[in-house]
């Protein structure tokens, strides 16, 4: 086995690379597995309809808002069951509200991602403000109230924090490996590896805790 190094060969803020070597390949799969499947992100899930009388249906607005990535602050935010308000609504502390509120005059539009507002958190917003609701005839109104809670990725897609996660031999040397990930841009690409990694060892860690405790 290697000496064990950990070299960055691309990065950017939505796709990072890393040669890796001296690392045993079940570690480097589980972290791969927890950016595909285990990091909570923010997503809209739950959407109170205020008033719509566009063409497009209640719930199919309600789920195009669910699959708008949001971006989300780094360790902000718990997760519903580990938030010491116990309710299965949530609290301001678990969830952020979203608004959206808009109309068309004389000339139909489209609304778009970017009229998503979070005003008690700016930080967090949508992705990318281009993504399409709704089309508005004029004199059309759309007035949304939703609100986002953490969750993973093994939950449902809109919790997906990485739509792309690589783990490869590299060719010709024995025991280096490359990971590569992707993110969907609620974190940047480095920081959804680095959570991550202290993830699986935040897990590793209560195991071990676990079978000292029984000793």
């Not at 086995?1 to 079940?26: C, N, T, W």
């Not at 992100?41 to 199919?60: G, K, M, Q, R």
């Not at 780094?74 to 580990?82: G, H, R, T």
Request: with cysteine; proline share 7%; aromatic share 4%.
């Amino acid at each position: 086995m290697p000496a064990k190094s950990v070299k960055v060969l691309e990065a950017d803020q939505s796709h990072v690379k890393l040669k890796i070597e001296g690392f045993d390949q079940s570690y480097l799969n589980s972290v791969r597995r927890i950016s595909l499947a285990e990091l909570p992100v923010l997503a809209i899930d739950d959407v109170v309809i205020l008033e719509n009388t566009s063409p497009v249906y209640d719930e199919v607005v309600a789920h195009r808002l669910g699959l708008i990535p949001l971006v989300t602050p780094v360790d902000k935010y718990p997760l519903p069951e580990e938030c010491d308000c116990n309710s299965p609504s949530g609290c301001p502390k678990c969830r952020v509200m979203i608004v959206l509120d808009a109309a068309a005059a004389n000339v139909a539009r489209t609304v778009y991602s970017g009229e998503l507002v979070a005003p008690e958190d700016p930080s967090v917003r949508p992705v990318s403000d281009k993504i399409p609701i709704v089309k508005l005839a004029p004199n059309q109104k759309i007035k949304i109230e939703a609100y986002a809670r953490m969750g993973r990725g093994r939950e449902h897609a809109k919790w997906q924090a990485a739509p792309v996660a690589v783990l490869a031999d590299v060719e010709g040397k024995e025991g280096a490996h490359t990971l590569e990930v992707e993110s969907v841009g609620n974190y940047t690409a480095p920081t959804l590896m680095l959570k991550s990694v202290q993830l699986l060892e935040k897990e590793i860690k209560q195991v071990s805790d676990g079978v000292g405790a029984g000793e």
